[in-house]
């Protein structure tokens, strides 16, 4: 009997490849087979698949550019792209399909639609991006990464997490870590590309901690490689000690042994912050689609782990007073810590598996 085949499609960027890896590389251990459905973006990041996955390119992913006569067959493009994906789904049917979000994603799912085959959708954010939205209401299941997602009305979701790092993983304690042995450590990251808003303001901030404070910190701060130098002269010029990196690949680290953190509320970011369990500052990325990072931070301000500062109101002085708040009362700061864990889901990559699982057959 051959074994039961997992169809994942995702759009060509990292928060929804990473994601569609980890479902992949579990469901491959479990014996399934599994076919990636994606454009030539997403085929970059197909090398950290397992060799095991049949990749499937179809198209280049960028519908929405390109001139009058590009944007006049884009009709005709997606049509094409449907039954491509109809006539390969009747040769060989897949027990399951999985969107994880993306243009790239609208063949597999549609054609998961016309031929009945069991379906669900991964959402990374706090808001269904464009493509999930179209096929919420036409899915067997909706797993949310972050919680708690704004969902159509007559929808329901089920909150798996998004995937974290084999990194972070190792950093999760069975339950609240104690920071590091320095006194105060602070951790300030801006997601995958770094952000300006956090060089301009943060060091500021912290040279207008009370001194008690600011004599014990230590802190990290990734920053654009354009803002290095600027962000390491004010701490300097402060007196603080601090290690200013434009990406530090032992984040999971420092953020185990952090006191607080400040952070842009990316998908990942807030993963990483509720699985390992720190007290943070989000500063939503307020262009971001559909105000996305402040539904994303939801979960960990409603549930007392952080406090949320939107860009227009960020200043030096009131990041300050929130910085002085949680560093001056560890009592307080441990019980936010606790907070975020609540919010967690180590298990997200075994939550959709379970998913998937519970979906085979049912076609
Ligand atoms: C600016 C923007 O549009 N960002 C989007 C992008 O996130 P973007 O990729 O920018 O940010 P995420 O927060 O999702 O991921 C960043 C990852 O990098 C790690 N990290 C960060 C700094 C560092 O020095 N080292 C390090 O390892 C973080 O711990 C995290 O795991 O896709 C996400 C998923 O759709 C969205 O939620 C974000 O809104």
Avoid at 331 to 340: D, K, S
């Amino acid at each position: 009997m051959t074994a039961p085949l997992l169809m994942i499609a995702a759009g060509g960027t990292g928060g929804h490849m990473f994601p569609a890896q980890a479902l992949a590389e579990a469901m491959i251990a479990r014996g399934w087979r599994v076919k990636l459905s994606t454009d030539e973006r997403g085929a970059r990041y197909a090398g950290g698949f397992p060799p095991a996955v049949d990749v499937v390119v179809s198209g280049s992913g960028t519908f929405a550019r390109g001139g009058a006569v590009a944007k006049l067959a884009v009709p005709f493009k997606i049509i094409g792209g449907i039954l491509g994906a109809t006539v390969r789904m009747l040769s060989d049917r897949p027990a399951v399909v999985v969107g994880f979000g993306g243009y790239p994603t609208i063949p597999a799912l549609s054609a998961a639609f016309l031929t009945r085959r069991p379906r669900m959708i991964h959402e990374q954010n706090g808001v269904l991006g464009r493509v999930n939205k179209l096929f919420a209401a036409r899915v067997h299941k909706i797993a949310c990464g972050t919680w708690p997602t704004a969902l159509p009305e007559g929808v329901t979701g089920e909150h798996t997490g998004n995937p974290v790092r084999a990194a972070v993983l190792e950093r999760a304690g069975a339950g609240y870590i104690a920071p590091g042995d320095y006194p105060m450590s602070l951790v300030v990251i801006g997601g995958s590309q770094g952000a300006r808003i956090l060089s301009d303001v943060v060091p500021e901030a912290v040279a207008r901690l009370p001194e008690a404070l600011r004599l014990h910190l230590r802190v990290a701060q990734q920053a654009r490689p354009e803002d290095l130098d600027r962000v390491v002269a004010a701490y300097e010029e402060a007196g603080i000690l601090a290690e200013i990196a434009p990406f530090f690949a032992d984040i999971p680290r420092r953020l185990s042994e952090a006191q607080l953190v400040i952070s842009r509320s990316g998908a990942s970011s807030v993963a990483d912050i509720s699985v390992i369990g720190r007290p943070s500052v989000l500063i939503p990325f307020a262009a971001a689609t559909d105000d996305h990072q402040t539904a994303n931070a939801r979960g960990l301000v409603d549930a007392g782990a952080a406090v949320l500062i939107p860009e227009k109101a960020l200043d030096a002085a009131t990041l300050a007073d929130h910085m002085a708040a949680i560093l001056g009362q560890p009592q307080a700061a441990e019980q936010m810590a606790r907070n975020a864990l609540g919010q967690g889901r180590p298990d997200a990559t075994q939550r959709l598996v379970a998913l998937v699982e519970g979906l085979a057959g049912k076609g």
